[in-house]
């Protein structure tokens, strides 16, 4: 398997717009979809060939059309030499002085809460916490971050309106009382201090095909997002193969290791609880890294069930537990660049989301967790939709030791 890490610098601002279904107000993202980045590759691809999109082949089929074709992550924006991720929606911060302790903030940190609530639910007790710095409220705080060493960094983006007029075709000239705007991410962030920079991923299981499609997005100049005739979207792409590696069994193991600490912990304060913690079964969670787009028996939903686990795992497990879900939907369409038509209004479960299960079988799963962790959950995996990480880090991040 190998991973070609993109790091994508906006050269002109970014109009990379959704338009919620029955508005009219196209809102900027605040993170270029793999959806984007895949369009503009396929659609680069197409003019330069002259290839018929109702029957490409070739090198083009295998990337994107074939069974197991390339899977386009989404961009979320970065500093140099990081690789950002999404907060987990179980993730609190201050409600007056949100954000990651730093040295020039007086911030209350950010912390997670999936653990201890469910330490606080088996030993009956409400879990309400507070800002480890005043004591205040705290609300759930999410977004993008990375880590470097001990210390943790929010990342985001910086938008703008830009007023245009609108243009006469017959006579080629400004027509008169047509004004528009458009919400773009800008070219440089923080007054032009620092570039908007975006990181992001793609996974391919042909090795000399991922060379070649890393040596053509660095040879060639792509515009990512809308409105690229009026000078927009442009950007530089650096492009790089790695061989895929993921720490998904030391992940799962670090997390089992923290939640017995903590139920160790919480017994030490508050005595037996309603019933022990089984020995035998073992934990793990699933956090969305991009939004989903789930269905159970032809239907939406936003819960991943056990049933549905075992089902995109391709692991017979009827000892399979789901303990808590965390997750919101939301609605998004987009544009076909092959076809030149608008996608489907598909409803979405939004990324962050949480699920925590069980099992007392947690070796078999072991593999089987890895492989999602590349293929994704749920449909249109290559656009970047359903990327997940097992049992991230940041679960680990508790009250007392917020970052």
Known sequence: MKEIQLTIKALSPLAIGRQKPG?????AQDYIPGSVIRGAVAGQMLRQSGADPEQPGGDFQTLFVDE?????????PTVEGRRSQVLPATAVSSKTAPGFKT???NNGGVFDTLIDRFCAEEFGHLYDPNCPKD???VEPYGGFYSREGEQYRSHSVETRLLTRVGINRRRSTAQEQVLYSIQVINETQKQGKEDTLFSS??????????????QYVNSNHLRLGGSVSRGLGKVEIQ?????????????????????RDRWRAW??????PQSPLPEERRFFTLNLQSDAILTEQWRRTTVISPAMLCAMAGVADSDLQLHATYSIYDYRSGWNAAWGLMKDVEM????????FFSTSSLESWKPALKELEHWGVGERAPEGFGQVQVCGNFHQVFREDAA
């Open 135 to 137: 004591g205040g409220r």
């Open 267 to 272: 017994e030490n304060i508050f005595g037996n």
């Open 23 to 27: 508005g009219s107000i196209s809102e």
């Open 239 to 259: 492009a790089e193969v790695k061989d895929y590696q993921a720490d998904t069994y030391s992940r799962i193991d670090a997390f089992n290791t923290a939640l």
């Open 201 to 214: 991923s793609i996974y391919l299981e042909d090795a000399p095909l991922a060379q070649l499609l890393a």
């Open 68 to 76: 197991g074709a390339a899977i386009f992550s989404n961009a979320y």
């Open 103 to 105: 040295d020039k903030d």
């Open 348 to 355: 979405v479960t939004n990324k962050g989301a949480v699920y």
